[in-house]
T-cell receptor
Framework: NAGVTQTPKFQVLKTGQSMTLQCAQD?????MSWYRQDPGMGLRLIHY???????DQGEVPNGYNVSRSTTEDFPLRLLSAAPSQTSVYFC???????????FGNGTRLTVT | GENVEQHPSTLSVQEGDSAVIKCTYS??????FPWYKQELGKGPQLIID?????GEKKDQRIAVTLNKTAKHFSLHITETQPEDSAVYFC?????????????FGQGTILTVHP
């Protein structure tokens, strides 16, 4: 049972480049979300989804896009990378009738 | 939206001592309070949670207490061991009761010295 799988583990981008962070879960969870983690700031919610075809914004959505075409996958797209997006990104999933989240092991992104 | 303050930011204890981490929240409608443990290079993992209809919950060496009147909740770890060393996060639901949309505290780096 893989749980929540994130790829890649590490990525370096130049300012202005675009990329997609992948997230997949095999627990049939309806709810999926993306957080970013910065030193001293905890985890902040970027976008979330309560099911295929449904997405919504979290606390810090600017500069990021998401889509949810299947229950299993929830990719995060950076449209034009900026140094302020240097962070560790975590994907999390859960059941909508239960609040506990299952996190992946993160993607460390550096934008130069 | 919900605001969660966590203290202390770092905590150093000797093996066998107890450790207490405290969080305060702003939204009185919040009804779910989890604690996550994050080890180096990994994602956070849920270790214990409490809902607003109880004041305390225990699971072996860890416990969480909730004071809804004062809007704070605490993590208690007894008989600490070196493997308890990690970053601990508290959280509360954004918008009070919205499932899954958690606001996290800033984190506490716990170091347990052998």
């Amino acid at each position: 049972n893989a749980g929540v799988t994130q790829t890649p583990k590490f990525q370096v981008l130049k300012t202005g480049q675009s990329m997609t962070l992948q997230c997949a879960q095999d627990m049939n969870h309806e709810y999926m979300s993306w957080y970013r983690q910065d030193p001293g700031m905890g985890l902040r919610l970027i976008h979330y989804s309560v099911g295929a075809g449904i997405t919504d914004q979290g606390e810090v959505p600017n500069g990021y896009n998401v889509s949810r075409s299947t229950t299993e996958d929830f990719p995060l797209r950076l449209l034009s990378a900026a140094p302020s997006q240097t962070s560790v990104y975590f994907c999390a999933s859960g059941r909508t009738d239960f609040l506990a989240l299952h996190f992946g092991n993160g993607t460390r992104l550096t934008v130069t | 939206g919900e605001n969660v303050e966590q203290h202390p930011s770092t905590l150093s204890v000797q093996e066998g001592d107890s450790a207490v981490i405290k969080c305060t929240y702003s939204d009185s409608a919040s009804n779910y309070f989890p604690w996550y443990k994050q080890e180096l290079g990994k994602g956070p993992q849920l270790i214990i949670d409490i809902r607003s209809n109880v004041g305390e919950k225990k699971d072996q060496r860890i416990a969480v207490t909730l004071n809804k009147t004062a809007k704070h909740f605490s993590l208690h770890i007894t008989e600490t061991q070196p493997e308890d060393s990690a970053v601990y996060f508290c959280a509360a639901p954004l918008g009070g009761t919205s499932y899954g949309k958690l606001t996290f505290g800033q984190g506490t780096i716990l170091t347990v010295h052998p």
